[in-house]
C-alpha cells in the first residue's frame, strides 16, 4: 500500500523557518520522482519543486527559489523541503506527491499523494 506521510507544518512569524519532511511507502522509491505542491486557500494546486531519482532538483516558483530547498534521502525513503525566510503569502497545505521517473508535468501528473500539512505564516 503507498503512503506519502508529510509532517512539519505549523504557525510561524514571517522571516521564520519551517522544515517539512515526507516519508514515502514505496516500492523502488529511488525510481520516483518526489515532489512539493501547494494550495492556498481558494486557490490551485501549485507545483513548489521537485527533485529527480538522480537528485537533480527543481524550483517551479520564482518566489521560492533562495528561500526552499528541497533534499530527498533514498536511504530512508523521504525528502525534506527546508522553507527559510517565510512569506505571509506561502501560508497554503503542502503537499508531497511522487510519480515515477519524469519530474514533469502539473500536479495531474502526478500519482500519489500525501494528506497535506499546513503551513501558516503571520505578518
Known amino acids: 500500500q503507498v503512503q506519502l506521510v508529510e509532517s512539519g507544518g505549523g504557525s510561524v512569524q514571517a522571516g521564520g523557518s519551517l522544515r517539512l519532511s515526507c516519508a514515502a511507502s514505496?516500492?523502488?522509491?529511488?525510481?520516483?520522482?518526489m515532489g512539493w505542491f501547494r494550495q492556498a486557500p481558494g486557490k490551485g494546486r501549485d507545483g513548489v519543486a521537485t527533485?529527480?531519482?538522480?537528485?537533480?532538483?527543481?524550483y517551479n516558483l520564482d518566489s521560492v527559489k533562495g528561500r526552499f530547498s528541497i533534499s530527498r534521502y533514498n536511504a530512508n525513503n523521504t525528502i525534506s523541503l527546508q522553507m527559510n525566510s517565510l512569506r505571509p503569502e506561502d501560508t497554503a497545505i503542502y503537499y508531497c506527491?511522487?510519480?515515477?521517473?519524469?519530474?514533469?508535468?502539473?500536479?495531474?501528473?502526478?500519482?500519489?499523494w500525501g494528506q497535506g500539512t499546513q503551513v501558516t505564516v503571520s505578518s
Open positions: 514505496l516500492f523502488r522509491y529511488d525510481t520516483y520522482c
Open positions: 527533485i529527480h531519482p538522480f537528485g537533480r532538483s527543481t
Open positions: 506527491a511522487a510519480r515515477q521517473w519524469d519530474c514533469s508535468g502539473g500536479p495531474e501528473a502526478f500519482r500519489y
